[in-house]
């Protein structure tokens, strides 16, 4: 495993209770819950992206709680969220609600979130520290807001730019701007003013190939239910964009389908609306525009890390969020 | 309305975005479901207790952010504890996520909590401060993990002590220990150990009260669905207690309705359990207990209080102390 990833996962785990030392069985079952997202693993991109930003400015000594936060708001944040859409994989293995009662499960989240807070403030975070996770969180809740309420209410009045504003709220920033600017304040100087357009662009896109890769993904590498935001009704650009050009009578089926809840929605109807959505051409016109932004997003980026005193760290870090928007799954 | 209550509820509802801000329709939504709660009111028995608890010890004037966001804790955390129970009333109107769908409601509870947070960090909280912050949330959640997994597992092998030790993490702490302790470190000085002992006894007692007036409380007064405790199922000392003394009919019929969720529940079922339940006199006993924890809780903190520089807050403290255990309502 990447040095840097086993890094941030112990970090992250020796911050969480252990279920032996829990005392009594229930609080070993809560302590098995707040651990289940993050032993699970995952890529770790932002938290590695936070400590090879620090490294790149020169100094990485005070970037460990930072990036060890941003998993753990990683995890608490999925947790929700799996809540909220119903989901049914997380990781490739099933949504912790799906393990244990749901509220046991929201709970869970709430415990993690303040696990995330502890490490920062036991480390002894400066207040900018803390600041920037606050906009984190506080602009993600915003964002998912955004895209809860229009599958909930069944919204189909929807532009590409009310998808990218939505996007931008709900992961652009935590996962372009916010390691970025985290890993800067670290180091302890000031977060190039890019790290916000370019870093909310290179964001945009990450979120844009998420989408494509839910509808053509594989399984086993994407780790969550392909399709699964058809059966969720999201409103992704894909989507916004399939609808805009389909002709009246598929429209309305897919409309029809989208405004049931999941446990309505039959396979066939999610098969045949996959299928539309696949040959209507809507995935790759997606694709290509999220490889137009991640290339000028990039560009300006590598541009900021160029100047930066350690290159070595700083071409790590260029690549991590070249590999951000180019993974295949 | 009192002063402090007043001056509490102004820096929460500044700390909320604002929906005519909002920019978008659905954003100003969002911060309305934010306001909600708060706007609702509530006696903010903790946020006046720290405050006055700083006053008493001579320094009060960085007591207000601490205050704050105790009271911004409290109204996260009831809208989760609102959905993870199925709660239907709050503060005398419907719960969160009875006004708007759940996931809505969920995920404003997140964005209230990152205000909390907000709050202390932007006024450069100390880090003790932070820290207790950390650790009542830690606390309360590991409370909520044993009430829900009672519920929802259908336990009935449940003593007082286990009772005890859930409502001690659940509710005790943020209540009893948490405002006397931010109280002390926000004037600077090291909370008195009788905070942690005598608070978490009396925070105790609060929380029995709150469970007698559930079953005997009036609706108005109350803010919240009489014998909601039993819709919800929840394993009060009370419902023990009764539980213990019932004869083998009574007994096995109560846990086959206790066993129910709220939806398969009927009225004359609930209706036939609350009656059996004030006619055992577990309701009397449990007030008996709370009375005399509460007397010697207070009479204990009465003594750390008279010790301190300043009498006409250390008996204004000492008069909601005694308030939080002697509420009609």
Request: aromatic share 6%.
């Amino acid at each position: 495993m990447n040095q840097l990833v086993e890094t941030i996962q112990r970090a992250v785990l020796e911050a969480l209770p252990r279920p032996e030392q829990a005392g009594r069985s229930e609080l070993g079952q809560y302590a098995g819950m707040l651990r289940e997202y993050p032993r699970r693993g995952g890529k770790m991109l932002r938290g590695r992206l936070v400590i090879l930003t620090a490294r790149a400015y020169g100094d990485d000594t005070a970037a460990l709680p930072a990036a060890a936060a941003i998993e753990l708001f990683q995890n608490w944040v999925l947790i929700h969220d799996d809540i909220e859409d119903d989901s049914e994989e997380r990781r490739g293995q099933p949504a912790l609600h799906r393990l244990y009662p749901m509220p046991l499960a929201l709970n869970a989240g709430d415990g993690l979130h303040a696990v995330m807070w502890r490490v920062l403030v036991e480390a002894g975070a400066r207040r900018k520290i803390l600041q920037e996770f606050a906009n984190l969180i506080e602009t993600t809740a915003s964002g998912q807001h955004l895209d809860l309420s229009w599958t909930l209410e069944g919204r189909f009045d929807l532009s590409a730019a009310d998808y990218l504003e939505m996007v931008e709220r709900k992961a652009a920033y935590y996962t372009g701007v916010a390691p970025l600017r985290l890993g800067a304040l670290s180091a302890g100087t000031l977060p190039h003013p890019a790290f916000s357009g370019a870093g909310l662009e290179l964001g945009t896109a990450f979120q844009i190939i998420d989408d494509v890769l839910n509808l053509e993904g594989d399984h086993d590498a994407y780790g969550k239910e392909i399709a699964g935001d058809l059966w969720e009704g999201k409103r992704t650009l894909i989507l916004i964009d399939y609808l805009s050009k389909a002709g009246a009578a598929d429209r309305k089926r897919a409309e029809e389908i989208l405004r049931k809840p999941r446990e309505r929605k039959t396979a066939e109807e999610v098969a045949w609306l996959h299928e539309r959505i696949l040959a209507s051409g809507a995935v790759r016109r997606a694709r290509r525009l999220a490889e137009e932004k991640a290339a000028a997003a990039l560009a300006e980026l590598e541009n900021v890390f160029a100047g930066l005193p350690d290159q070595e760290a700083a071409t790590a870090a260029t690549r991590l969020l070249r590999a951000l928007v180019e993974r295949e799954k």
